[in-house]
């Protein structure tokens, strides 16, 4: 039997936005993805932020956020994790899910610079196919020499994508609210709706 091609996009989503949607249906057009897991993360290492929330809210406005497409599925293994959560444990839970598969792990040009900080980074990149791709704001010849970098170093197998890209960064929309300016066309419609339903970012 074939091996199926997993694509993964891991984030924090808080929330999800179409620049991930993007993002994530760019990989699966180009790459002939079998499905894409978008896996909320749990709790972040690198990343703190005045702006967190419960991660059942991050996971509920993913699950809306992906509503419509087929090919999307939102995953809990993550945020259901005590403690950090670490790409390497998520990929070892996956490689029993889908024995044998493939994974296409999606990111944008800010995690190429920071992926080397990874807990075993080294077999995380072993492991997987790195998907990247643009973001504005990232110099496309520093963006390439990291990805030889990571080849030479790593062995790391990396693929670009030329994908459209979006200008839309979570923190801007958690900012838009918290100033009452509009978020429409930004995000998916549901997501919205549930962010002032809740009365997320005020
Ligand atoms: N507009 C975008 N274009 C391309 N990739 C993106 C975009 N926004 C997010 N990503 C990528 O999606 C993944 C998850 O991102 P994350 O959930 O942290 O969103 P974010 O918009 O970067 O959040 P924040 O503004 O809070 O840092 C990362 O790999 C990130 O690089
Ligand atoms: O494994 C690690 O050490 C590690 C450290 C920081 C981030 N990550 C992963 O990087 C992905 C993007 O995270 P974020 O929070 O920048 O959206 C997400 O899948 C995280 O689990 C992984």
Same mark, same amino acid.
């Given at each position: 039997m074939d091996r199926l091609k997993i694509g993964v996009l891991g984030g924090t989503f808080n929330p999800i936005h179409n620049g991930h949607l993007l993002l994530a249906e760019s990989a699966r057009d180009r790459l002939g993805l079998d499905k894409v897991l978008f896996i909320p993360t749990g709790n972040n290492p690198l990343k703190t932020t005045d702006w967190d929330i419960d991660a059942n809210l991050r996971y509920e406005m993913t699950k809306r956020g %992906? !509503? +419509?497409n087929e090919f999307f599925e939102v995953s809990d293994i993550e945020i259901k994790r005590e403690g950090y959560t670490y790409t390497i444990d998520?990929? @070892?839970e996956l490689e029993k899910i889908y024995p044998g598969d493939e994974i296409y792990f999606i990111? +944008?040009?800010d995690i190429v610079f920071e %992926? !080397?900080?990874w807990k075993r980074a080294d077999e995380v990149l072993r492991k997987i196919n790195l998907v990247t791709t643009f973001r504005p704001g990232y110099d496309q010849d520093r963006l !390439?020499?990291?990805v @030889?970098?990571?080849r030479e170093f790593y062995g790391a197998r990396i693929l670009k994508l030329f994908a459209p890209e979006m200008d %839309?960064?979570?923190s801007e929309i958690r900012s838009r609210v918290k100033h009452g300016y509009s978020i429409r066309y930004l995000l998916p419609r549901s997501v919205e709706t549930y962010i002032y339903e809740k009365e997320l970012y005020r």
């Open positions: %992906i !509503d +419509g998520t990929l @070892e990111v +944008g040009a %992926i !080397d900080s !390439d020499r990291r @030889e970098e990571l %839309i960064s979570s």
